[in-house]
């Protein structure tokens, strides 16, 4: 798993998420990750998926990630300042940094 500098947040909480080894079953995938701290948030992260949800150990991906738009690998959140979203690349040979007004 790539270091990651910052906290990544909840794309839908902003709080901060915890490193979590993701095992699911149905499709065979184990793998390094990120999820939601907040109680009974479905919300996981990974630098392949993006941001999805678990439902009783199913995957449910999101359609909109958050590309980089130099080599498309999935952005995280870094953090939000006021209406502004700050995005951070986790490739290392990149770390492009894109800020969204919200």
């Known amino acids: 798993m790539a270091e990651y500098p910052k906290s990544i947040r909840c794309d839908q909480h902003l709080s901060r998420m915890v490193k979590t080894r993701l095992r699911l079953a149905g499709i065979q995938f184990e793998t390094d990750g990120f999820r939601c701290a907040e109680p009974a948030c479905t919300r996981h992260y990974t630098e392949a998926h993006g941001y999805f949800d678990v439902l009783d150990g199913s995957v449910l991906i999101d359609k909109f990630q958050q590309r980089c738009p130099k080599c498309e690998t999935a952005m995280y959140l870094m953090e939000r300042e006021a209406e ?12 492009h940094v894109q800020r969204m007004i919200t």
Do not use: D, K
């Open 84 to 95: 502004v979203e700050v995005w951070l690349c986790p490739a290392p040979q990149c770390g």
